[in-house]
């Protein structure tokens, strides 16, 4: 595979954007050498790159993109939206669609408030908690990768640079599935935490009732209750993981999936904690909650109503499941046949899916786990180590996927047994988003 195109439009944009890409996770640092650096077209399941390689996508935009890249409804919904008038002085009608069909599909939300992306919404989940609970401190589950670009949760990372140190005392964490950590945190700091964030569940899924107990922890000490489900809304369930595991929490944020790739994030939640934000109500002070030029940009809330539609007409959360499901067992199944499964092991929920890579005696797990992508993506599969399948992913791109990883897993018994793997594996290894130095 040649990547000409895209080695020298490697070079022009570390030199005018820094990391090379407006998001980390879709950096060089985070795909080997020999993989597409810039992507032109998709359609589907496929993207194309700049130098004309297809490739089978399983990271779909950052999970954005759950019907497919270019899926005709949205697109057809964005083309007749965006010939009206992409943003007016006065709202679009198209807000109040869109806010009433999130009510009446999110079980937690009285209200909403839509922005650009998922950060705005978690930010202000948490802003909209101290000023409803009058308290400093936000409560992070520790397990969870990521919430919000700003300093509350970065502060808290170890690229915690230009966060100032006032800031980062105010966040402190607990771990998932483990409510003594989070009943530690609250006699610990009595009075003093706003709100409790997490995911609802990630690869991994809550156990012994965590989810029930963290909402009964959060009532008797006055904690409000967030669910991130950026990730999980629309995936486990049109209704999201709160309805999976029948837990409500206070406010929930939703992204990504939700506008099928297009810009657009929610804040759901319940009316007396949403209203602060309100321009009616006199007996409380006022939060300048989101507001934005571009929040509720037309097109965007056009694709969002018709993806909505979509993922819900067709029961897409459950197709998405059944495409996981022979996914996990097809790659796992190669692992065996290789005797590789103590270093490779896809798990997780199956409409949400991880590969994990450990170390051998000899290599480093991001040694191994750059060389086996190296070799994956050359064989047409575009993958950073996590699976999101879409509505246009069928099993026949599962066959191909499961075809490339057998080679991919091959060529990895025979480096590990030659012990060669250095010398096959051709630039620096992968590295993770969140370290102090590069
Ligand atoms: C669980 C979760 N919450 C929040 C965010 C932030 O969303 P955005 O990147 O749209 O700001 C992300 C993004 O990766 C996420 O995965």
């Known amino acids: 595979m040649n990547f000409e195109k895209s080695d020298e439009l490697r070079k022009k944009s570390h030199a005018c954007i820094p990391g090379g890409a407006h998001t980390y996770s879709k950096g060089d640092d985070q795909f080997p050498k020999l993989s597409p650096g810039f992507i032109c077209k998709g359609e589907g399941a496929y993207v194309w790159d700049v130098d004309g390689n297809k490739f089978i996508d399983w990271g779909m935009g950052l999970r954005s993109t759950t019907l497919g890249h270019g899926y005709k409804r949205v697109v057809d919904a964005v083309l007749e939206q965006i010939s009206f008038g992409a943003n007016f002085t006065r709202p679009s009608h198209l807000e109040v669609e869109f806010a009433e069909l999130l009510v009446n599909i999110i079980p937690c939300a009285d209200m909403v408030k839509f922005a650009k992306n998922g950060s705005t919404v ?12 009058g308290r400093d401190l936000v409560a992070i589950c520790a397990d969870h990768a990521f919430y919000s670009y700003d300093d509350w949760f970065i502060g808290s990372t170890v690229m915690d640079a230009g966060v100032p140190q006032a800031i980062k005392d105010l966040t402190v ?29 990630t690869e991994i899924e809550p156990k012994n009732n965590f989810l029930n107990k963290l909402r009964s922890l959060c009532d008797a000490y006055g904690v409000v209750l967030i669910f991130d489900e950026m990730i999980t809304g629309f995936r486990w369930h049109i209704k999201g993981a709160q309805y999976v595991y029948n837990v409500f929490p206070d406010l929930a944020t939703y992204g990504k999936g939700i506008a099928n790739g297009f810009s657009v994030g929610v804040l759901a ?58 996914l996990r067992k097809e790659l796992n199944d190669i692992h065996k046949k290789y005797d590789l499964d103590s270093l490779l092991h896809v798990y997780g929920v199956d409409c949400r899916l991880a590969l994990s890579v450990n170390a051998t005696d000899m290599y480093d797990m991001f040694q191994v786990k750059t060389y086996f992508l190296q070799e994956l993506i050359g064989r047409g599969i575009l993958f950073s180590g996590y699976f999101s399948p879409s509505f246009s992913h069928t099993i026949e791109h599962v066959k191909k996927t499961v075809e490339a990883w057998d080679y991919a897993c091959l060529q990895l018994k025979y480096s590990l047994d030659k012990k060669n793997l250095e010398d096959k594996l051709v630039g620096p290894c992968v590295k993770p988003v969140f370290r102090k130095y590069n």
Do not use: W
């Open 269 to 326: 939640g319940k009316k007396d904690i949403m209203n602060l934000g309100g321009i009616n109500g006199t007996d409380h002070e006022r939060v300048f909650l989101i507001s934005t030029t571009h929040g509720a940009e037309n097109h965007s809330l056009a694709a969002a109503i018709a993806s909505l539609r979509e993922l819900q007409e067709k029961n897409v959360p459950k197709y998405l499941a059944k495409i996981g499901a022979s």
């Open 122 to 133: 978690t930010t202000a989940a948490v802003k909209l908690s101290r000023a409803y609970t």
């Open 173 to 201: 964490k607990f771990n998932y599935n483990d409510i003594e950590s989070v009943e530690n945190l609250f006699k610990k700091y009595p009075n003093e935490i706003s709100c409790v964030i997490l995911e609802p569940a």
